[in-house]
């Protein structure tokens, strides 16, 4: 027989960015499930439904804001595929789009455009059949000049904000973030029970707060 | 190995006591044992991947055969077709049929579609249906040999085109640390590193051994001390040159080779290394004379001796690979290791597909790395062989070289010098910058070969 062991509290150790620094962060199993509850609503809330397939583009290291996300797809009954958001990685980004057809691409960035677009491909036509196209950074813009309609998305600290539709200001859940700004800066707390607690954490983004949702300085992405 | 990491190796080893199988029931089964459950799987898995699969059905049908043919092990060696990825891919083309004809359970019951990793060509689908626990339990029977326990921490160096990766350690009560394969990750990586005081590393690829000898030279980062709570750094992605060897040794390195095992499974070194295992209750494995054209003339080569990895899946009802062939040239014994498991192990030698044939010698670009590696301005052990064809009259080599050489066509004739010591033919050399080669790869491997 297998040898059975109990999980760790300790979900994982990952980080988020500040600007051009990082924060390590330590994460419960027990908050990650909490995120991914929020993070289920939210994909609901922007169009995921039971049956639909999601193209997840990010970094390993981004993990711990992803992780919830993938959990929320699977909890609205949805499949997904993973690429590496590089651009060296974007042929897979790419292969999938071509071969698959996706109701949602989730977390689109800057290097996941830049590899397509140095591929040659029209980013027009490669998301034209992608319902929902939640874009984050400068990749927002983009995705827009070329015609699309992207929905934005945020990685405020440790915290995710998303959207509730395309053109729309990026929002955290209320119930997990509170924001507020320092500076021009937005800053997070962290409203439940966390490993690591945050207490005006700095996010290294420039806006302002409205509630839950970040008003992005003008050239602020 | 150096004295103080053998010492801690020992200690790491007396800890674990007698404790060092994760499921001893099936990692020590008999040779018996896993013949019979071979049978039992493969005589399951043919008549229900040629109910469900449309490429089965059509290959199988082609080749004249069909599941009522195969009522043993031998009638399944002797019938049934082999098959690869270029035939999954002409499948996929001709038919439009994204999975290859190769899904056996309806779309809708799919998990997740990740993908292979590309390496020798556009990469192909991998359907997958999540069950409880993930992938984890293969993976937790070699971690648990390299030393990994409840509470420990691993550093997961990785990608995310195989899924979430960094959960597996929660399988064996361990804290993933989770980083980008990246070597701009390094400082970041060697930090946490010295904070958590990781036990396993996942995994160690060679630009992460180049980038940490340049992180050496450039900071006073002291790597001995970064990679000494380590039992097992997992390296893997290419052979291991003879100056990064050395480096890692010098960092005290505790260094396990890992290879996939024909897209099937895994392949790791345990703490004996001596030879690379695979599991063989998750694939039937076959080692096959490399020039077999079919199931007629596909001699299974010698224990002990090189052939081409056959893999057939016998833990997936979504997608099974049957009669697979890998590409992969390996050494392959079913001798019972000195660790006390029984399933087969490989060691890794190359690609079939990487092969030139250059005057009727073969040559493989573990035969060149040496060469390449024991100038001082191509040490990085970058270069490619250009294969325009498997045979070829002169030897072609595009060999990355650092910093700012006074003359390049020098030092092309140094290395021709030094390959055709080595390999005993005599190359033409092209020299490119190192960060030109490091473009083309994924960031944990360049490929080998190119076609110009």
Redesign the interface.
């Known amino acids: 027989?297998?040898?059975t062991?109990?999980?760790?509290e300790?979900?994982?150790?990952?980080?988020f960015r500040v600007g051009a620094g990082?924060v390590?962060w330590e994460l419960s199993q027990a908050e990650i499930m909490r995120d991914a509850q929020s993070a289920t609503g939210v994909l609901s809330a922007i169009g995921l439904a039971p049956?639909g397939?999601v193209l997840?583009t990010?970094?390993?290291?981004e993990?711990?804001h992803?992780?919830p996300l993938?959990l929320g797809v699977?909890m609205n009954g949805a499949?997904?595929?993973?690429?590496?958001?590089t651009p060296?990685?974007a042929?897979?980004t790419a292969?999938?789009l071509r071969?698959?057809r996706y109701d949602m691409a989730l977390g689109v960035s800057d290097a996941v455009v830049d590899g397509l677009e140095q591929m040659g491909v029209d980013l027009a036509t490669a998301f034209a059949d992608v319902a929902v196209i939640v874009a984050r950074g400068v990749a927002y813009d983009r995705l827009e000049s070329a015609g699309l309609r992207p929905t934005r998305m945020l990685l405020l600290g440790p915290a995710t904000a998303i959207a509730r539709a395309p053109g729309g200001p990026a929002e955290v859940d209320p119930e997990l973030w509170a924001l507020d700004t320092v500076d021009g800066q937005v800053v997070v707390t962290s409203l439940t029970e966390r490993r690591q607690a945050f207490a005006r954490q700095p996010t290294g983004v420039a806006g302002t707060v409205d509630g839950s949702r970040v008003i992005l300085a003008r050239g602020s992405s | 190995m150096s004295d103080q990491n053998s010492a801690r190796e020992i200690s790491r080893e007396s800890d674990l006591g007698d404790d060092r199988f994760?499921?001893p029931?099936?990692e020590t089964a008999s040779r018996s044992a896993l013949a019979a459950l071979h049978e039992e799987k493969l005589l399951e898995l043919v008549p229900y991947a040629y109910e469900r699969s449309p490429f089965y059905r059509k290959h199988w049908s082609e080749a004249g055969v069909h599941p009522r043919d195969i009522l043993t092990v031998d009638d399944f060696r002797e019938r049934i077709p082999f098959m690869d990825k270029d035939a999954i891919r002409a499948f996929r083309d001709a038919h439009g049929d994204?999975y290859g004809g190769l899904l056996c359970i309806p779309e809708?019951e799919?998990?997740?579609?990740?993908?292979t990793s590309?390496t020798t060509g556009?990469?192909t689908?991998v359907p997958e249906r999540w069950a409880a626990g993930g992938s984890g339990?293969a993976l937790?029977?070699d971690f648990?040999e390299l030393g990994v326990r409840?509470?420990d921490?691993v550093a997961?160096?990785?990608?995310?085109?195989?899924?979430?990766?960094?959960?597996f350690p929660?399988?064996?009560?361990?804290?993933?640390?989770?980083?980008?394969?990246s070597p701009a990750?390094l400082p970041?990586i060697c930090e946490?590193v010295r904070?958590?005081r990781p036990t396993s590393w996942y995994t160690m690829s060679g630009p992460f051994l180049l980038a940490l000898a340049e992180l050496e030279q450039s900071t006073d980062v002291d790597l001995r001390d970064v990679f000494s709570s380590f039992s097992s750094i997992v390296f893997a992605g290419e052979p291991l040159g003879v100056r990064a060897k050395a480096n890692a040794e010098r960092w005290g390195m505790p260094l396990f080779h890992h290879s996939a095992a024909g897209d099937v499974g895994a392949a790791f070194e345990c703490r004996e290394h001596d030879g690379l295992h695979v599991w063989e209750d998750v694939g039937f494995y076959e080692c096959i004379e490399p020039d077999a054209t079919g199931p007629g003339d596909a001699t299974p080569v010698a224990d002990g001796a090189v052939g081409e990895l056959v893999a057939t899946s016998l833990g997936s009802d979504v997608f099974p690979l049957i009669r697979y062939r890998s590409d992969d040239l390996d050494r392959f014994t079913r001798q019972r290791c000195a660790c006390g498991r029984t399933h087969a192990r490989l060691w890794t030698l190359g690609r079939k597909g990487d092969e030139v044939i250059v005057d009727g010698r073969s040559v493989l670009p573990v035969d060149v790395w040496g060469a390449v590696e024991a100038l001082d301005e191509t040490a990085a052990g970058l270069f490619q062989i250009i294969r325009t064809q498997r045979q070829v009259d002169v030897l072609r080599l595009r060999v990355g070289y650092a910093g700012a050489p006074s003359d390049l066509g020098a030092l092309a004739g140094l290395i021709a010098d030094s390959v055709e010591a080595g390999v005993g033919v005599r190359p033409q050399v092209e020299l490119v910058a190192n960060a030109e080669l490091l473009k083309l790869?994924?960031?944990h491997k360049i490929p080998r070969v190119a076609k110009r």
């Open positions: 027989m297998a040898r062991i109990a999980p760790p300790l979900w994982g150790v990952g980080q990082s390590t049956g397939r997840v990010s970094l390993l290291s993990a711990p992803v992780w993938t699977l499949q997904l595929s993973s690429a590496d958001a060296f990685d042929y897979r292969m999938f071969t698959l | 994760f499921d029931d099936i994204p809708s799919l998990t997740a579609i990740n993908s590309g556009d990469p689908l339990p937790a029977r648990w409840p509470g921490h997961i160096p990785m990608f995310t085109f195989r899924g979430p990766i960094y959960n929660h399988v064996l009560g361990a804290v993933p640390l989770i980083f980008d394969h990750e970041r946490l904070r958590y790869g994924p960031p």
